[in-house]
């Protein structure tokens, strides 16, 4: 059984970046050597840009677009002893080289996600709850940890992510969660990641604040986000240029592909028979709520799935699609808790672990 560690900073963004650098030394080291190895090949293979140029002209942007984001990380590369730009560019692979390469790029891995949100009115627990899995390439399980942030301003944070990365799945004191899925359409461009995206998300009092946090964003790529408060949920589809919001009383289900025509229309590639069928699969639970509410247990049940083989919400490496489930979180924002496990979330122990 795969278990979760927790690391816990506090202090100003500088000093809590140290935190992490200095806990994590060794693990954030070899995670940097090892992305950045797959960056820059993934890059050259194509034969176009510069994967760590890419990174600096991201980096840059952020200083200006996001000060405490930045300070946090560079604190975190320099106690690791890592360069702050390799850090960024291994901490946002997936939007930097497709930056690197002008375009949208799909990769042998098939990147996935698999993300439901649950609204009041469909839960056991009578308030909104929503979750996700965190698919990408098999050997980053080796890094993912459980981050506890409590800043000397701004409201404490929790989250999934891996070693010398900021906020990746995760809540607020506040009650206010945040997560992603990856999405391949045109129009990248050197600007925010995804990981700084939801690095400043996690300062946001709601998801009214965060909603225009994203949509104001200079986005780098194209990602969806969804949003979770104790008063509901919703669902973000952005590209680097559009960003189109879905909300409402139903469920609401979101795999690696557009699901709004404007931005379908632009996608690099058709949907994968993994994104469809994780989708479909995800929309017939969430289709049951209405009869049976459903749970904590329901949604980790869920991101248990195997029904559709390699094809199904919950990815092994034995599938050898070059993708396998990293971690899974579920949140309850009227809790402020984060319940989450490493690896596929029928290998994993859960964690529960509060914001507040």
């Known amino acids: 059984m795969l278990t979760l560690p927790l690391v816990e900073v506090a202090g100003e963004p500088r000093a809590m970046g140290r935190a992490h650098g200095e806990a994590l030394r060794a693990a954030i080291r070899d995670f940097v050597a090892e992305r950045v190895r797959a960056g820059e090949l993934f890059v050259r293979q194509r034969r176009r840009g510069d994967f760590l140029a890419a990174a600096a002209a991201c980096l840059e942007q952020l200083a200006a677009w996001d000060p405490?984001?930045?300070d946090e990380h560079q604190g975190i590369a320099e106690a690791a002893?890592?360069?702050?730009?390799?850090?960024?560019?291994?901490?946002?692979l997936t939007d930097v080289r497709d930056v690197a390469c002008f375009r949208p790029c799909a990769s042998a891995e098939r990147e996935g996600?698999?993300?439901v949100l649950v609204p009041a009115t469909h839960s056991a627990t009578g308030a909104p709850l929503a979750g996700q899995t965190w698919d990408l390439n098999p050997p980053d399980v080796a890094w993912v940890i459980a981050?506890?942030?409590?800043?000397?301003?701004?409201?404490?944070?929790?989250?999934?992510?891996?070693?010398?990365?900021?906020?990746?799945i995760g809540i607020n004191a506040w009650g206010l969660a945040f997560g992603t899925t990856n999405l391949k359409v045109h129009g990248v461009r050197p600007g925010i990641p995804y990981l700084s995206l939801l690095h400043r998300l996690s300062r946001c009092r709601d998801r009214g604040e965060a909603g225009a946090v994203l949509a104001a964003a200079p986005r780098a790529a194209a990602h969806s986000y969804w949003l979770a408060d104790p008063a509901g949920v919703e669902d973000w589809e952005?590209?680097?240029l559009q960003?189109?919001?879905r909300a409402g009383n139903a469920p609401l289900a979101r795999t690696n592909h557009c699901l709004e025509p404007a931005l379908a229309a632009d996608e690099d590639e058709p949907p994968t028979a993994s994104s469809r069928a994780r989708l479909a699969r995800a929309e017939q639970a969430l289709s049951l709520a209405a009869a049976q509410p459903l749970g904590i247990g329901?949604?980790?049940?869920l991101f248990a799935d195997r029904s559709a083989g390699g094809d199904s919400i919950n990815r092994y490496p034995?599938?050898?699609?070059?993708?396998?489930?990293?971690a899974c979180a579920i949140v309850e924002p009227a809790r402020a808790l984060l319940h989450a496990c490493r690896g596929p979330a029928d290998r994993g122990q859960w964690r529960a672990l509060s914001a507040a």
Do not use: H, I, M
């Not at 034995?318 to 990293?326: K, P, Q």
């Open 147 to 168: 981050l506890r942030r409590r800043p000397k301003r701004g409201p404490p944070t929790v989250s999934v992510t891996c070693a010398g990365c900021p906020n990746l």
């Open 113 to 115: 996600c698999t993300a």
């Open 68 to 70: 405490e984001g930045w």
């Open 81 to 92: 002893g890592v360069d702050p730009v390799a850090l960024y560019a291994a901490a946002n």
């Open 318 to 326: 034995e599938d050898e699609s070059g993708t396998a489930t990293n």
């Open 243 to 245: 960003a189109r919001r």
């Open 298 to 301: 329901d949604l980790q049940r």
């Open 238 to 240: 952005c590209t680097a």
